[in-house]
């Protein structure tokens, strides 16, 4: 459930969540709690930021939910996300700091609650954000991905049709049986068609 919050800024949401026990996104004028996930969605998560933290070299790092992305509003203000997994490369974004302010890859679980939110809203938060290189989105749901690509101005979709996942900067090819492996959705071994006579 939001919470109406139209007279607080950026900094004074952040002020308020660092004392709150729970974790808030800060979208479209409004404080919205967040909820916790499927186990199949944190182990996809957790698969390709493992992945992506194996090729990863220093500064570049994957974080995973708890921490959380300023994005910019249409209407000039800010937001704050917190990603299902954020890449970035930059030292400031490293340590002590609250907020990642240049992530180079994101990525989000699709689920009931969220898929609208990440296809939708979030798209345009996050593509707007001039350091982005690509946004991920792999549905916890079904086997299926989808990913969009920087180049210049544009942004390219790739559906991965061919059940293959390519983080691009980190020349990361990743199947969905790696993505998926741990979860509901595992491909299971195929079992003998056919008996010996």
């Not at 479209?28 to 493992?50: K, L, Q, Y």
């Not at 509003?73 to 299902?84: F, I, S, V």
């Not at 559906?159 to 509901?184: H, P, Q």
């Amino acid at each position: 459930m939001a919470a109406e919050s139209d007279r607080l800024s950026f900094a004074q949401f952040i002020a308020w969540e660092a004392r709150q026990e729970a974790k808030y996104e800060f979208a479209d004028g409004e404080i919205v709690a967040m909820s916790g996930g499927t186990g199949d969605h944190t182990r996809i998560a957790d698969n390709v930021r493992t992945r992506l933290n194996a090729v990863c070299s220093s500064p570049c790092y994957a974080y995973g939910s708890d921490r959380k992305v300023r994005v910019p509003k249409r209407d000039g203000t800010e937001g704050a996300r917190y990603p299902d997994a954020t890449v970035t490369c930059s030292e400031s974004d490293h340590g002590k700091a609250l907020i990642i302010e240049s992530p180079v890859v994101i990525l989000e679980v699709l689920s009931d609650t969220s898929v609208s939110t990440d296809m939708v809203k979030k798209l345009r938060e996050y593509t707007s954000l001039a350091t982005l290189e690509q946004y991920v989105l792999i549905d916890s749901r079904e086997r299926w991905a989808m990913s969009y690509v920087r180049r210049g101005n544009m942004w390219d979709a790739d559906l991965c049709l061919d059940d293959i996942i390519k983080i691009r900067r980190f020349g990361v090819v990743m199947a969905f049986d790696e993505a998926y492996v741990g979860t509901s959705l595992a491909q299971r071994p195929r079992e003998a068609t056919s008996r010996k006579e």
